[in-house]
């Protein structure tokens, strides 16, 4: 089993729409993260957790609502999007978010398809 | 700010030829340095990582980095390529506080037989 997990792999929504990411860790780590991967765009950090606290959030437009019940599990809330919001969603955790760089380890990630 | 720039969009390469994939950084302290590679349709898996000490970094499949600092860069090489290593290759700079990563564009390595 992979180390960090998101479904579903693939997801096609309308702009009306609420649907919802999901990522799990299996790695003990502390530190979880949504990023962004746009065509011909760099990938964009968009929300930090910590310890199941968020400490950043890089002015994503609030249709995205992210959540972290615990340690393992982020979750990445979507509605009324805009088909510029079509991308790659990956999600990633780390072992801490603390001083001092540590690697991260990514998923698979989403597909969104907005229409 | 941070930032990363991986000058080369597209590199085309023969199989079993040397590569060299270039990256640039700007940060103004000790960077943390990561090389990463995207399958299609797959997430990033980390190559390699520079977080101090030897500045020459031995990754996985074969993949070394060297960390220069005068020229703030951080290239990757390969001394000879295999067709399953065509894939997009991620530079991205650390910061001192939390892994908020910044990632180069990317650069898509074809390998051509």
């Known amino acids: 089993e992979t180390g960090v997990t998101q479904t579903p792999r693939h997801l096609v929504m309308g702009m009306t729409n609420k649907k919802s990411l999901k990522c799990e860790q299996h790695?003990?780590?502390?530190?979880m993260y949504w990023y962004k991967q746009s065509a011909k765009k760099p990938l964009e950090l968009m929300f930090v957790?910590?310890?199941?606290?968020?400490?950043e959030n890089n002015s994503v437009p609030s249709r995205f609502s992210p959540e972290c019940p615990n340690s393992s599990h982020l979750f990445l809330h979507l509605h009324t999007l805009q088909p510029e919001d079509s991308a790659l969603y990956l999600c990633?955790?780390?072992?801490?978010?603390?001083?001092?760089?540590?690697?991260?380890?990514f998923g698979q990630g989403t597909r969104l398809t907005v229409v | 700010a941070q930032s990363v720039t991986q000058p080369d969009i597209h590199i085309t390469v023969s199989e079993g030829a040397s590569l060299e994939l270039r990256c640039n950084y700007s940060?103004?302290?000790?960077?943390?340095l990561f090389w990463y590679v995207q399958s299609p349709g797959q997430g990033l898996q980390l190559l390699l990582k520079?977080?101090?000490?030897?500045?020459l970094v031995q990754g996985i499949k074969g993949f070394e980095a060297e960390f220069k600092r005068s020229q703030s860069s951080f290239n990757l090489r390969k001394p000879s390529v295999h067709w399953s290593d065509a894939a997009e290759y991620f530079c991205?700079?650390?910061?001192?506080?939390?892994?908020?990563?910044?990632f180069g564009a990317g650069t898509i390595l074809r390998v051509k037989s």
């Open positions: 990633a955790s780390s072992q801490d978010a603390g001083p001092g760089g540590t690697e991260a380890f």
């Open positions: 790695l003990g780590h502390n530190a």
């Open positions: 957790y910590s310890l199941e606290e968020r400490v």
């Open positions: 940060y103004g302290a000790t960077p943390y």
């Open positions: 520079y977080f101090s000490g030897d500045t």
């Open positions: 991205a700079v650390g910061t001192s506080y939390g892994n908020k990563l910044v």
